[in-house]
């Protein structure tokens, strides 16, 4: 089955800088690949996706890149703010066959934004 | 839309009582997901729904485990002789399955505490 590997556990920034937080997959059948924040208590809230018939992804400050050669992805945060501070899970699936849309996420990390 | 609503939200069980978890996905969503989330960890599938059919089960859900959608709206999963280590949160999810999209949204989440 797909295995996600997650990069930091934990990533600490001023406010300004930029955050990176990177995913490796196993499974060459993915080719979905959401991100979620998770603010504490509550539920992951899907921040971007992608999907393998692109390389990159922009939704104002957040930006993810894909490398599906290299089966490798990451979420860029530009201008961190406090509001930011969360958990962040990337995940990966394929589209089609049994398991579509059935997510693997990674561990998680913890990103804190110091004002 | 409320969104997926779960219910109860917190539960504290003593070990060997069955307890009872009830999701209901966004309406018209024909995918219903449920996770298990840790402490620290990302959230790990445990089995889907498309309407009524479970399409699938993780390893990770024993016996003692069951979901239903008896009607392809609201679901239930049932942990039978609760242990320690069913201790998490249980996360359900749904979607609208088609051809492009299938954007997964989170309930808030049922926390259960095995005493």
């Known amino acids: 089955g797909e295995n996600v590997e997650q990069h930091p556990s934990t990533l600490s920034v001023q406010e300004g800088d930029s955050a990176v937080i990177k995913c490796t997959y196993s499974d060459s059948a993915s080719n979905y690949f959401p991100w979620y924040k998770q603010e504490l208590g509550k539920r992951p809230q899907l921040i971007i996706d992608i999907r393998s018939n692109v390389g990159e992804k922009k939704d104002q400050r957040i930006a993810v890149t894909l490398n599906k050669t290299a089966k490798h992805f990451s979420l860029h945060i530009t201008e961190t703010q406090p509001e930011d501070s969360a958990v962040y899970f990337c995940?990966?699936?394929?589209?089609?066959?049994?398991?579509?849309?059935?997510?693997?996420f990674g561990k998680g990390t913890l990103l804190t934004v110091n004002p | 839309d409320t969104g997926v609503s779960q219910d109860p939200r917190h539960k504290i069980t003593k070990r060997g009582q069955n307890v009872t978890f009830r999701c209901d996905p966004i309406s018209e969503h024909n995918r219903l997901y449920w996770y298990r989330q840790t402490l620290g960890q990302g959230p790990e599938f445990l089995t889907y729904?498309?309407?009524?059919?479970?399409?699938?089960k993780s390893r990770l859900l024993s016996d003692r485990f069951s979901a239903e959608r008896p009607k392809g709206s609201f679901s239930t999963l049932e942990i039978q002789r609760t242990e320690q280590g069913d201790s998490a949160m249980y996360l359900c999810a749904s979607s609208l399955s088609r051809v492009v999209g299938n954007t997964i949204y989170f309930g808030e989440g049922s926390w259960l505490t095995v005493v």
């Open positions: 995940a990966a699936s394929p589209t089609s066959g049994g398991s579509n849309y059935k997510l693997t």
């Open positions: 729904f498309q309407n009524e059919a479970q399409l699938e």
